[in-house]
């Protein structure tokens, strides 16, 4: 997929937060509690509401005004992740600090409702970003605040088909 805008960044991952929240809320403790063999229904949220504030705050670095910056409008360059992902196919290892430690599901939901609201703060910061700050991703290389944004997207979706799995989705 190739994004042409923040915007449309910030809508896909909220269409796969909105399908998450919908399949995972309101699992009884055994459902949240399968898993295929690795993490957890709830494990996996809880990897999930680890994450997304530690790249939130890696963002809003990327976004934050430098000295002599003249918060002038920045052009958005189109890019697609699709490469990256193919990349980095195949299972990738959390390192040990965003794995999960044992929150029950309602609680990784309400961390991951409270990461998305930081995350949605910063919106209007990426009017003025300078997408040549980048910071590396252990599997996509160098990315922009931009592209982190779109990672978190892609790590979403990818835990999404992951818990499908486990319930018998797919």
């Not at 063999?37 to 680890?50: P, Y």
């Not at 963002?59 to 189109?78: C, H, N, Q, S, Y």
Request: net charge negative; no cysteine.
């Amino acid at each position: 997929m190739t994004y042409d805008s923040v915007d449309q960044v910030f809508a896909a991952n909220d269409a796969v937060r909105h399908q998450l929240v919908a399949r995972v809320d309101g699992l009884n403790e055994v459902r949240a509690n399968a898993n295929d063999g690795g993490w957890t229904v709830a494990q996996i949220v809880e990897h999930l509401s680890i994450a997304e504030p530690r790249i939130t705050k890696a963002i809003e670095g990327m976004l934050a005004p430098t000295e002599g910056d003249g918060r002038e409008r920045k052009p958005f360059v189109p890019f697609s992740l699709d490469e990256h992902a193919e990349q980095a196919r195949g299972k990738i290892e959390a390192p040990e600090f965003l794995r999960p430690t044992g929150l029950r599901l309602g609680e990784g939901l309400a961390r991951l409702k409270e990461s998305r609201a930081a995350l949605e703060a910063l919106r209007p910061s990426f009017e003025f970003a300078d997408y040549s700050r980048v910071l590396k991703h252990p599997a996509f290389g160098m990315l922009n605040a931009a592209q982190w944004l779109a990672f978190l997207g892609m790590h979403e979706q990818r835990h999404l088909r992951q818990i499908q799995r486990i319930l018998g989705e797919r």
